[in-house]
């Protein structure tokens, strides 16, 4: 590392600090703009609330925006060299703009880094949390649970579920053959969820009552009512709290890990699957798109000639902001039967060539 490199990834830890924290503070201000009025019905607790609902959504912001945040910092600090003249002495000693941008690319390579344990670690994490609407940021009021599949392809549902306890009330849970044909119904007036040392937990039931199905006696016409009733006190299942309120939320697929996207993707059918899938790939091609925006960017700013920064800087602002609009448009649409992994992929199959000619064409 030159003295060089290290000059000008001092400048772009700065700016990139910068535009954290100019562009989350943004989203979070235009956010609470819009969404006020729901926070202000929490009378008591809408400083609270406000606190915890954007405390958790910074992760999800930064994970949006990151791309955006770190082409700012890469070209501002760039446009400020140009605009000092300092590319012209980085020239004259004989330095190509190729190995200018060298730290450059390096530093959002870093970034992406950055992207990818904050997708894979931190919002997953909270994702329960991220579930939530901004009229119930503490998770107070009771909802109702319909139908959720667990691992052994029951079906859970309950009238009332409050997530800050983490208790079903009037639970019933469908239980289901391999093939899924019915094979018991267990009903509970109450389930408090209880986690093990171990890992994993269950749900401690009052008053939970198991009627299995009656078997065909030969002769006869087959059995379809439920009887041999039994008390049962525990009901173990992955639906734990957190992932029930996940569940309850319509982008719940885009909180999940990678690996259980993976997981999903080979239990799941129809355009469930294909969503899970297009999320999956999304993780893989969303930092590339993250690198190809700054690629696009760069030729713009690098010039050895002189020119107006202000209409460089404009050029550079449209096809970025071309290709970002693009992810933004394809990562929401459902693509179906076997296009469903086209969408991640569009963004690049579309900009690269365009990055490769604006590169090529880079005079140093």
Same mark, same amino acid.
């Given at each position: 590392?030159?003295?060089?490199?290290?000059?000008?990834?001092?400048?772009?830890?700065?700016?990139?600090?910068?535009?954290?924290?100019?562009?989350?503070?943004?989203?979070?201000?235009?956010? *609470?703009?819009?969404?006020?009025?729901?926070?202000?019905? $929490?009378?008591?607790?809408?400083?609270?609330?406000?606190?915890?609902?954007?405390?958790?959504?910074?992760?999800?912001?930064?994970?949006?925006?990151? =791309?955006?945040?770190?082409?700012?910092?890469?070209?501002?600090?760039?446009?400020?060299?140009?605009? $000092?003249?300092?590319?012209?002495?980085?020239?004259?000693?004989?330095?190509?703009?190729?190995?200018?941008?060298?730290?450059?690319?390096?530093?959002?390579?870093?970034?992406?880094?950055?992207?990818?344990?904050?997708?894979?670690?931190?919002?997953?994490?909270?994702?329960?949390?991220?579930?939530?609407?901004?009229?119930?940021?503490? =998770?107070?009021?009771?909802?109702?649970?319909?139908?959720?599949?667990?691992?052994?392809?029951?079906?859970?549902?309950?009238?009332?579920?409050?997530?800050?306890? =983490?208790?079903?009330?009037?639970?019933?849970?469908?239980?289901?053959?391999?093939?899924?044909?019915?094979?018991?119904?267990?009903?509970?007036?109450?389930?408090?969820?209880? $986690?093990?040392?171990?890992?994993?937990?269950?749900?401690?039931?009052?008053?939970?009552?198991?009627?299995?199905?009656?078997?065909?006696?030969?002769?006869?016409?087959? =059995?379809?009512?439920?009887?041999?009733?039994?008390?049962?006190?525990?009901?173990?299942?992955?639906?734990?709290? $957190?992932?029930?309120?996940?569940?309850?939320?319509?982008?719940?697929?885009?909180?999940?890990?990678?690996?259980?996207?993976?997981?999903?993707?080979?239990?799941?059918?129809?355009?469930?699957?294909?969503?899970?899938?297009?999320?999956?790939?999304?993780?893989?091609?969303?930092?590339?798109?993250?690198?190809?925006?700054?690629?696009?960017?760069?030729?713009?700013?690098?010039?050895? *000639?002189?020119?107006?920064?202000?209409?460089?800087?404009?050029?550079?602002?449209?096809?970025?902001?071309?290709?970002? *609009?693009?992810?933004?448009?394809?990562?929401?649409?459902?693509?179906?039967?076997?296009?469903?992994?086209?969408?991640?992929?569009?963004?690049?199959?579309?900009?690269?060539?365009?990055?490769?000619?604006?590169?090529?064409?880079?005079?140093?």
């Amino acid at each position: 590392m030159t003295t060089l490199d290290r000059y000008i990834l001092r400048g772009l830890i700065v700016n990139y600090l910068i535009a954290i924290c100019v562009m989350i503070s943004l989203y979070v201000v235009l956010d *609470l703009f819009f969404n006020m009025d729901e926070f202000a019905e $929490q009378k008591g607790e809408m400083l609270v609330s406000m606190m915890s609902f954007y405390g958790n959504r910074i992760f999800l912001y930064f994970a949006q925006l990151s =791309g955006v945040i770190t082409m700012f910092a890469c070209l501002t600090t760039l446009a400020r060299m140009r605009r $000092q003249n300092e590319l012209t002495a980085v020239l004259a000693s004989g330095v190509s703009l190729y190995r200018l941008a060298a730290p450059v690319i390096a530093f959002a390579l870093l970034t992406s880094v950055l992207w990818y344990v904050d997708s894979e670690v931190v919002i997953p994490r909270v994702a329960h949390k991220l579930a939530r609407r901004h009229d119930d940021a503490l =998770g107070q009021r009771t909802v109702r649970v319909r139908f959720l599949r667990d691992r052994d392809n029951n079906l859970l549902s309950a009238d009332q579920y409050q997530p800050s306890e =983490g208790v079903l009330k009037r639970l019933a849970v469908v239980r289901r053959g391999p093939d899924g044909d019915l094979e018991s119904i267990l009903e509970a007036e109450r389930g408090t969820w209880e $986690q093990l040392p171990g890992g994993g937990g269950h749900w401690k039931l009052e008053r939970g009552v198991e009627r299995r199905r009656q078997l065909s006696v030969p002769g006869e016409a087959e =059995g379809s009512e439920l009887a041999d009733r039994r008390l049962v006190d525990y009901y173990e299942t992955d639906l734990d709290p $957190q992932t029930i309120e996940v569940r309850q939320s319509s982008q719940w697929m885009r909180y999940l890990s990678r690996k259980r996207l993976v997981e999903l993707s080979e239990t799941l059918e129809g355009g469930a699957r294909q969503r899970a899938d297009q999320y999956r790939y999304a993780r893989f091609t969303t930092p590339l798109i993250n690198v190809l925006m700054l690629l696009l960017g760069l030729p713009f700013i690098l010039d050895r *000639l002189p020119g107006s920064l202000l209409v460089a800087g404009g050029k550079a602002l449209f096809v970025c902001g071309a290709c970002f *609009l693009l992810t933004f448009i394809v990562q929401n649409f459902n693509a179906e039967g076997g296009w469903s992994t086209l969408p991640a992929w569009a963004p690049i199959i579309v900009f690269t060539p365009v990055a490769v000619l604006l590169l090529d064409r880079l005079r140093t």
